[in-house]
């Protein structure tokens, strides 16, 4: 029996006309999406790159995703001293956190869009300036409100490599082998709020907080410089080709009708999508409710007196998102393999199946021992930490399968599929940064 999807209509988007949606199949028969695939053209579009060119651009845009999620940690590890610095309260700067998150949640509707209209490269490599510029704007703040403004600058510049980063692995990678590339890019957007914190406590242990700003700035200047360099274009046309010859009033009414947020945030409508963004929703919140308390919680539990003591906990994640880099992308592509020859057909469903027991058991079994443990004071330091190197694994195997799943159901809309997916996400993890905040 089939899931009560609603199938899109054509839409016209350019030139060129959508495929429909994959609809979610209950009975184990899924029905694919309807759209003439050329073989020889599909061949051609993921043969453009050599394999060491696909590898540099998979470099290239996991270190900007690494370089934008570990900006949104490092401050955990110096909430007291930024608090002292400006002369108000740590709940303060820790808005500015939330802030950031909220601001992460709203970016992704024009990236996506964009990325698709104007090309991959330039979005990056103009949103890789301006990140660096922001991030020296804040490590020269004078006073609290410069600091905000430049922080939540820094966010909206910083989503975009989320959103762009991925949609360059799908414009390249055939999707039976593009979610080990996603795998190493997930490593680089999650392990930056894992190793974020610890590199900060390292920096405020011996150094003024505002090194944590100035270490961000040469990180970014460097992502820019990769950019220049490594990143080509991977989309195979932009759609600011079909602007040529226009009037300039009907430049503007085109460019509003690609790039209007209304176009990401429909996408929300589709059943099999939303469920598979709650689930990345899910992930974001177990990941926040793991990561942010660290400090707060450690501290007077292990009597640990020095910043640095307590941001040591950060590596345990860091490491299982490291270890899940090899184990989460190899497994979703094998899985979806072994259903195509099963089958005879690629579906995108199908992909799914590989998060199922990570999602569903791994995940929440870890988090309650995680919680019991700390609450009840059992099991000293090994438990806990054991409990979140393995979440870490588990979460890696998670975010892989269902970006993938995102940029494979609709091919000729992943960037903005993917800014839906992305934007669902980080609008949970504000939602954990203002409870944090309370806490």
């Not at 505002?210 to 932009?238: C, H, M, N, Y």
């Amino acid at each position: 029996m089939m899931l009560d999807t609603q199938r899109p209509p054509p839409e016209t988007y350019g030139n060129s006309e959508l495929p429909p949606l994959v609809c979610l199949v209950a009975d184990g028969t899924p029905e694919v999406q309807s759209q003439d695939t050329n073989p020889e053209e599909e061949a051609a579009q993921f043969s453009r790159f050599s394999p060491m060119r696909k590898a540099l651009i998979t470099f290239t845009v996991s270190y900007c995703g690494l370089m934008a999620s570990i900006s949104s940690m490092l401050i955990l590890s110096a909430i007291p001293e930024i608090a002292a610095e400006f002369n108000t309260t740590n709940t303060m700067i820790s808005l500015s956190n939330a802030l950031y998150q909220l601001v992460t949640a709203v970016g992704p509707i024009l990236w996506g869009p964009l990325s698709r209209v104007y090309g991959r490269k330039m979005v990056c490599f103009y949103t890789a300036i301006l990140f660096t510029s922001f991030s020296l704007g804040t490590a020269l703040a004078p006073n609290l409100a410069a600091f905000f403004v430049f922080r939540m600058l820094t966010a909206f510049e910083g989503i975009c490599f989320f959103v762009v980063g991925s949609s360059c692995i799908r414009d390249i990678y055939h999707p039976t082998r593009r979610a080990r590339a996603l795998g190493w890019f997930f490593f680089g957007t999650l392990a930056g709020p894992a190793f974020g914190p610890f590199v900060g406590g390292i920096i405020i242990t011996y150094y003024p907080w505002k090194s944590i700003f100035w270490l961000q700035t040469a990180v970014t200047g460097f992502g820019t410089l990769l950019i220049l360099v490594f990143l080509p274009e991977t989309i195979d046309r932009k759609m600011a080709d079909d602007l040529n010859g226009l009037t300039r009033k009907a430049k503007t009414k085109q460019l509003w009708a690609w790039i209007n947020p209304s176009r990401v945030v429909a996408l929300l409508r589709y059943p099999n999508l939303m469920v598979v963004h709650i689930a990345s929703s899910a992930l974001i919140w177990n990941q926040m409710s793991l990561l942010t308390p660290i400090r707060i919680i450690m501290n007077p539990r292990f009597h640990l007196e020095t910043p640095l003591e307590a941001c040591l906990f950060f590596l345990a994640p860091g490491m299982g998102y490291f270890v899940g880099t090899f184990i989460g992308g190899r497994y979703a592509d094998s899985t979806v393999k072994s259903w195509i020859k099963h089958r005879g057909e690629y579906v995108p469903e199908d992909r799914l199946r590989s998060t199922l027991v990570s999602l569903g058991v791994i995940t929440p079994t870890c988090m309650l021992v995680y919680g019991w443990a700390i609450e009840k004071e059992v099991g000293g330091i090994p438990l806990p930490v054991i409990c979140m190197f393995i979440q870490g694994i588990a979460q890696m195997i998670c975010f892989a399968s269902l970006n993938s799943y995102c940029l494979d159901v609709m091919p000729e809309r992943s960037s903005e599929n993917n800014s839906a997916f992305i934007s669902r996400s980080f609008a949970e993890w504000f939602h954990r940064s203002d409870e944090i905040i309370l806490f």
